[in-house]
């Protein structure tokens, strides 16, 4: 059974059109993390949430945005998506510390 | 700041023959280590991980080693198999945090 949960897997927006991104979990964990990974690289950290509280990578644009509405959900916004937003995205969860459990990603295609 | 890094980027097997990936880390405070597997257009699966107080674990077909003077682990697998061509990442943990630091990656490609 599914333990995180993405959708869409696959998303095509045009330049400049905001989408979001969803993840959910049945895992009831408190972390929840979005990560961006282009080609073969490692999954980069944009932000997580230790339960509501919002933690943003320094690095991270302010063209992505995050909200976790409940324990068992969260979405990744892209306010204006560049052609370099285009990669996978991936959503995880965790306990406070421990391993972190992978969804199974939705690939962004910007046109 | 911790960096965790590959010895090879690539890494290509025989069916059956046991495959060994390699990983360093810097960070000394790091204590809890995370071996993933990505197929291709899926999400890291957990494979097997180790804590800083064991030198070794085992799991199925896979064995993690860990030696800590060095800041050196490995992921081993035995008689590797088609379905086990990956890219195979290793992932670092502070125990104060919950954020992992992950190396490169090594692609591997097991040969029929």
New interface residues.
Partial sequence: DAM?I?NPRYQVTQFGKPVTLSCSQTLNHN?MYWYQQKS????K?LF?Y?DKDFNNEADTPDNFQSRRPNTSFCFLDIRSPGLGDAAMY?C?T?R??????????T?LTVL | GESVGLHLPTLSVQEGDNSIINCAYSNSASDYFIWYKQESGKGPQFIIDIRSNMDKRQGQRVTVLLNKTVKHLSLQIAATQPGDSAVYFCAAQETSGSRLTFGEGTQLTVNP
């Fill in positions: 995180v993405q972390v073969s690289q490692a999954p950290l997580h230790y991936l995880a965790s406070v510390v421990g391993t972190q459990y992978f969804g199974p990603g690939r």
